[in-house]
């Protein structure tokens, strides 16, 4: 249950502003708020959540005990690097308007940001790794229909650059307590 919970709120949280959200955003604003952008964002979220996942889960699964509190440490600290990296929305211009093209750019941004590294970390460090997957799927549903529902313009009004390098500190914090933690066996 707590993997479920924490993944579910860090997923969202760690998701605001990023990349995918603010490519959702963007296209909910070109394309009139389609329900069709709102699914292809969901069913990516939910794909990259159960990637990430299964990877978490299937990598510990064959570490010792120290090595796999090690790598939830290196997920953490990658996950606070991409959040401190600067978030950059250029106009994208999609000619067919293809829900299947946007899904894919959707997919590959997802699978390398801060929020799916999360559930990486969590799914490697849980007992039962498929409550990370649901939270962190859920959470990532929802960061996609703020993104929807709110439009770019409105997004870039919020303090997003702060926001994630207020989370960035946290997170490499947490990755050097647990980096440490399994080096040195403190607790």
């Known amino acids: 249950m707590d993997s479920f919970l924490l993944c579910l709120i860090l997923t969202f949280t760690i998701a605001l502003g990023g990349r995918e959200q603010l490519i959702v955003a963007q296209f ?16 990516c979220a939910i794909v990259s959540a159960g990637v990430m996942a299964y990877a978490g889960a299937s990598i510990a699964a064959i570490l010792p005990q120290r090595a796999a509190n090690m790598l939830v440490a290196f997920a953490l600290g990658f996950a606070a690097i991409e959040l401190a990296w600067r978030v950059k929305v250029k106009p994208m211009k999609e000619p067919t308007r293809s829900y299947i093209a946007i899904g894919a750019v959707l997919l590959f941004r997802q699978i390398g940001d801060a929020a799916r590294f999360v559930i990486f970390a969590f799914a490697a460090a849980a007992v039962y790794p498929t409550t990370a997957m649901i939270g962190g799927a859920i959470g990532g549903v929802v960061a996609v229909a703020l993104g929807w529902s709110l439009g770019l313009s409105t997004l870039q009004k919020w303090p997003l650059r702060a926001i ?24």
């Open 28 to 43: 909910s604003t070109e394309l009139e708020r389609t329900g069709g952008l709102l699914v292809t964002g969901a069913i």
């Open 164 to 187: 994630r390098l207020t989370l960035a500190v946290g997170m490499m914090f947490a990755a050097l307590v647990i980096g440490l933690n399994a080096r040195f066996m403190f607790l």
